[in-house]
């Protein structure tokens, strides 16, 4: 069940507050503080295996409103919790209205809500605005990522698959206009064939985002980097009708496995 606390401006369930409490309860009696932020977000990640994946938790009716959702991730929101809650422990910011500010700076263009197309809807665009923000270095190219050319435009082509987009052609110009921008961009990628090579710079608590090969779309899906047994991993939410897992298969053979799937990039989280 959903509630509203402040109308129009947040939106959580009647576990999320609690679930909250108990990921800073688990971050203390671990001493998590004391912790590189990337060894913090891999406890984090690794607290949420097994949580139910749920898709378009944040396409909510009405106005704008940050929705919280910790009963069921996605891939992107597994990621941004995984990084919200390692931002507020290492901050000490650990009350529930904490968190909530954190959740907001991460997933909005400049941390502001103003309006549908303020939400950062394109991966590539949310790893470039959380750079200019100081939350991450995007270090594909350092890792020897190639150029990665891509015309952004799937949501101004298919706006039927957005309710918000049918029914706010205001909105419709405004995601035309930030594609437009994401599109001029240089993206670079780290080609899956190249992934193996690549691995041993990949630190664990990375944030990997894969690149697609659907018209119009620059990611396909994300996770985080977790060393097992010295290999490179993916930590995910991977589909519907599963659950936040670890691959089996190394990150590489993982992508292997998908033709869909291009290459990474790969963001760095920053000591807050």
Not at 98 to 124: C, K, N, T
Not at 170 to 199: C, M, Y
């Given at each position: ?80 919790n995984s990084l919200v809650f390692a931002r507020c422990i290492k901050k000490g910011t ?36 959380n750079e200019q923000k100081r939350v991450w270095r995007n270090v594909t190219k350092s ?120 290459g990474i990039m790969v963001a760095r989280p920053l000591e807050p």
């Open positions: 069940m959903w509630n509203h606390a402040a109308p129009d401006h947040w939106i959580y369930g009647d576990d999320d507050e609690t679930i909250c409490r108990k990921k800073f309860e688990l971050a203390v009696s671990s001493r998590l503080r004391e912790k590189p932020i990337n060894d913090v977000i891999i406890e984090m990640g690794r607290s949420f295996l097994g949580t139910e994946y749920v898709a378009h938790t944040l396409e909510q009716p009405g106005e704008e409103a940050l929705v919280i959702n910790l009963r069921g991730l996605d891939c992107v929101s597994f990621c941004e650990t009350t529930f209205d904490d968190y909530r500010a954190e959740l907001q700076f991460i997933r909005y263009r400049g941390g502001i809500i103003d309006g549908y197309p303020s939400r950062l809807h394109y991966f590539s665009d949310y790893i470039f605005d890792l020897g990522g190639v150029p990665f050319r891509k015309t952004v435009n799937f949501m101004s082509t298919h706006p039927d698959s957005y309710p918000q987009l049918k029914q706010r052609p205001a909105f419709l110009s405004a995601i035309r206009r930030q594609e437009e921008t994401i599109s001029k961009r240089e993206l670079v990628h780290i080609p899956k064939e190249n992934v193996a090579e690549a691995a041993e710079k990949i630190q664990n608590g990375d944030v990997i985002a894969i690149t697609s090969d659907i018209p119009g779309m620059d990611i396909a899906h994300t996770g985080i980097a977790v060393r097992q047994d010295g290999k490179l991993h993916f930590m995910h939410a991977p589909i519907m009708g599963s659950k936040v897992m670890i691959t089996p298969k190394t990150l590489a053979e993982y992508l292997a496995g998908n033709k869909k799937q291009l």
